[in-house]
């Protein structure tokens, strides 16, 4: 079992739409939840961390996070064709510290 | 005013060459590492240092030794390239106790023919 794992699409949504992005984790004792997105030939920016269960808001983007089924989400509201990116998921590790990564899911926002 | 710099951005060099690769950060991180990210996009840590501490050494060759001459550098360098060493490598740097968000460099691509 990976230890991030993300569904690696590409999933595709119309301009104006709910995207919404999943990510499991294996490590029950992870604190600290990430997600970062990525433009093609680009570095990795981070968009939103969360800590606690529950949603987090920022803008367009909110995070959810639900420990007791180990799950973290992005829902991006009003997907812009500049939201075509991979999204990654990142997890840091209750036992190492260790930041560690999902695959990343493709997001296609069609005009 | 790069937060995380690295350089450089590219490098096509020849199987059996040794090649490195430089980071700075002007952020005031006391931790940086380095991610190596393969052609299926998959990013894997592979070092992180602390205050010039050597911190998380995962699983890779030998070949592969990074040096941290004080906290805001952390270089990698790569002897005796294998092809599958080709990937974008990626420096990134991290303050303790702020939730230890990472921020990226760039990235640099290595290809080896």
């Known amino acids: 079992q990976k230890e991030v794992e993300q569904n690696s699409g590409p999933l595709s949504v119309p301009e104006g739409a709910i995207a919404s992005l999943n990510c499991t984790y294996s490590?029950?004792?992870?604190?600290?939840f990430f997600w970062y997105r990525q433009y093609s030939g680009k570095s990795p920016e981070l968009i939103m961390s969360?800590?606690?269960?529950g949603d987090k808001e920022d803008g367009r983007f909110t995070a959810q996070l639900n420990k007791a089924s180990q799950y973290v989400s992005l829902l991006i509201r009003d997907s812009q064709p500049s939201d075509s990116a991979t999204y990654l998921c990142a997890v840091r590790t209750g036992n190492t510290g260790k930041l560690i990564f999902g695959q990343g899911t493709t997001l296609q926002v069609k005009p | 005013d790069t937060a995380v710099s690295q350089t450089p951005k590219y490098l096509v060099t020849q199987m059996g060459n040794d090649k490195s690769i430089k980071c700075e950060q002007n952020?005031?991180?006391?931790?940086m590492y380095w991610y190596k990210q393969d052609s299926k996009k998959f990013l894997k840590i592979m070092f992180s240092?602390?205050?010039?501490?050597?911190?998380i050494n995962e699983t890779v060759p030998n070949r592969f030794s990074p040096k941290s001459p004080d906290k805001a550098h952390l270089n990698l360098h790569i002897n005796s390239l294998e092809l599958g060493d080709s990937a974008v490598y990626f420096c990134a740097s991290s303050l303790t106790g702020t939730g230890n968000t990472i921020y990226f460099g760039e990235g640099s691509w290595l290809t080896v023919v």
């Open positions: 240092y602390n205050n010039k501490e050597l911190i």
């Open positions: 952020l005031g991180h006391d931790t």
């Open positions: 490590d029950r004792g992870s604190q600290s």
């Open positions: 969360i800590y606690s269960n």
